[in-house]
């Protein structure tokens, strides 16, 4: 529960302006957005995750070596399961297929 | 070291741990509380305590809001669900925390609808797909997670989700500071202010723990060399005399905290004249509860709450471990009638809790060396 888990933005809700479609190591959840409403991400950009709410911006260095941190804690398995477990919507699990540091390269320093 | 070689900058590492038996003065012993849970877990996973210094002792604070909640407040959530005939909602981390008459997972075997969820959000979202049942979601947490709860709420009244409703056991860190501070038997010298409620509240809150209790706090990353620059900024002051608020963990932390996320807990959340915390007892304005403009959102407005009091068992000393007085391997229960697989004090409740921590790093560690030796021999 006090994970925090870092994501990049993949894309916007069109209908529901404060959700977001991120992406974490290959897997792509909708959370919602409305704690960063006086300085919304864009897409592209890195937040940290916490209970299915992006909590602050933080850069893709950041977010990297976040994913290294849960690794090293042994919170990885756990991470993913929380992200697989955000039920806002059934969209399939997706694997990333380009070079974007939240696909392979999070997923390698997950495993 | 353990596991120093999956350290980052093990340079910058050994630089930091240079520095810090530097800083410390040969004759002073120094009493650091690390507040948060999160960085208890990453200190004992990170064999923090090899590095440092012996007259360098953390001590491990009330940030595990799974351990600090009283067993009363399990039982009461679980008796309105199944009385009410409710979806009884949480976090996975509570699914095994010993109620009076069993855990909410014991509870589902039994018959009580209970389903995890990893957010507010979900609990909200099965109400909307449920519009025939009632989903009470059980919320726990500090500040980092409080404010995800008054947004779901903020949402559940917008859309007219009437189905849905929260039993509030949301607490603050703050006040149970001031709590261990005002205890009398207290010996500490400075703080690791925690990580992630910070980035919710900033830095300003702690600053009459610097002022009025002369007590340094630096709020901390989570990696090692976060934590070890932590001590390191710490120990500048001690020695120079000084107490103020510093942001070791600036990446992530603004000094004035997230004001989205605290003006939507004002617009829902109201402090309570007091609340109970396992292991400290009553904390006046220690915890938030739903404002009248929510009731109708709100379980314990909502529900008939039969107010469950237990009492922490007399002979578990949480309470001391909390505080520091003692060691989690002090206190008479631990490791025996005291374990993770049966916890009976808060602090074993869950994996951040110290002496839970203690136990699955230290305690397995040298039970498993003796189990070696004297095979050996």
Not at chain 1, 85 to 100: K, M, N, P
Request: proline share 6%; hydrophobic share 40%; aromatic share 8%.
């Amino acid at each position: 529960m006090c994970l925090a888990i870092p994501g990049r933005i993949v894309s916007l809700v069109p209908d529901e302006p404060h959700l977001g479609v991120v992406e974490v190591t290959g897997v792509r959840r909708r959370v919602d957005l409305g704690l960063l409403i006086n300085d919304m991400p864009k897409i592209g950009d890195w937040v940290l995750i916490h209970v299915g709410f992006a909590m602050s911006k933080i850069s893709e260095k950041d977010a990297v070596e976040q994913m290294h941190l849960l690794a090293i804690l042994g919170e990885g398995e756990a991470a993913m399961t929380e992200v697989r477990g955000y039920g806002l919507e059934e969209i399939a699990e997706f694997r990333s297929t380009g070079e974007s540091p939240g696909g392979e390269k999070g997923k390698r320093l997950l495993q | 070291m353990r596991y120093v070689d999956e350290f980052r900058d093990p340079e910058l590492i050994t630089k930091a741990s240079e520095e810090i038996r530097r800083l410390a003065e040969r004759e002073r012993h120094y009493r650091i509380m690390e507040i948060c849970g999160g960085h208890t877990h990453a200190i004992y996973r990170f064999g923090l305590k090899d590095i440092l210094p012996d007259n360098i002792e953390l001590i491990h604070g009330p940030g595990c809001p799974v351990c600090v909640l009283p067993m009363g407040r399990i039982d009461d959530g679980l008796a309105i669900a199944q009385k009410g005939d409710a979806i009884f909602a949480a976090f996975g981390d509570m699914m095994r925390v010993p109620g009076t008459h069993g855990s909410p997972f014991e509870h589902k075997a039994r018959g009580t609808d209970v389903r995890i969820v990893y957010s507010p959000a979900d609990a909200l979202q099965i109400a909307r797909k449920n519009p025939e049942r009632h989903v009470i979601f059980f919320a726990i947490g500090f500040e980092t997670t409080a404010p995800s709860t008054a947004l779901t709420l903020i949402r559940a009244k917008r859309e007219g989700v009437h189905n849905f409703s929260v039993f509030c056991n949301h607490v603050t860190i703050v006040p149970a500071i001031r709590a261990i501070l005002d205890s009398p038997d207290m010996r500490l010298d400075a703080f690791i202010g925690p990580g992630h409620v910070s980035t919710v509240i900033g830095c300003r809150p702690y600053e009459w723990i610097a002022r009025a209790e002369g007590k340094p706090v630096v709020t901390s990353g989570f990696e090692p060399l976060d934590l070890l620059q932590s001590i390191v900024m710490l120990l500048r002051q001690l020695r120079a005399g000084e107490a103020k608020v510093e942001n070791q963990y600036k990446r992530v932390v603004p000094w004035e905290g997230n004001l989205a996320a605290l003006k939507a807990m004002a617009e829902v959340f109201e402090l309570r004249p007091h609340f109970e915390w396992r292991g400290l007892g009553f904390i006046s304005q220690s915890a938030l509860r739903i404002r009248k403009e929510y009731a109708e959102w709100d379980s314990e407005q909502r529900f008939d709450v039969p107010e469950t009091r237990v009492a922490d068992p007399k002979a578990a000393q949480c309470g001391e471990v909390l505080k520091g007085v003692l060691k989690p391997a002090q206190c008479k229960l631990f490791g025996k009638e005291c374990t993770p697989e049966h916890p009976i004090g808060a602090l074993m409740v869950s994996s951040e809790g110290s002496c839970a921590a203690y136990y699955n790093y230290e305690y397995r560690k040298t039970a498993s060396l003796v189990t070696e030796i004297s095979s050996v021999a």
